[in-house]
């Protein structure tokens, strides 16, 4: 989509197709008072089976 358009995605964006991962677990990363760099977001608890599950824990 962006190609056809001209575009690139921000290197904010995490466009890596897993969800889990960058800024969405980074603790040093709060969206919500972060709103200016993070207008879509999610945030992922990645504690489970030994640190080898995650769960979103915000959207």
Same mark, same amino acid.
């Given at each position: 989509? /962006?190609?056809?358009? $001209?575009?690139?995605?921000? +290197? &904010?964006?995490?466009?890596? $197709? %897993? +969800? =889990?991962? $960058?800024?969405?677990? @980074?603790? &040093? !990363?709060?969206? %919500?008072?972060?709103? @200016?760099? /993070? !207008?879509?977001?999610?945030?992922? #608890? =990645?504690? !489970? #089976?030994?640190? &080898?599950? =995650?769960?979103?824990? &915000?959207?």
């Amino acid at each position: 989509m /962006f190609q056809r358009w $001209g575009l690139k995605a921000s +290197p &904010k964006w995490n466009i890596s $197709g %897993e +969800p =889990c991962s $960058g800024a969405a677990i @980074d603790d &040093k !990363y709060d969206i %919500e008072k972060n709103l @200016d760099l /993070f !207008y879509l977001s999610i945030k992922c #608890n =990645c504690t !489970y #089976n030994n640190n &080898k599950v =995650c769960h979103i824990t &915000k959207l």
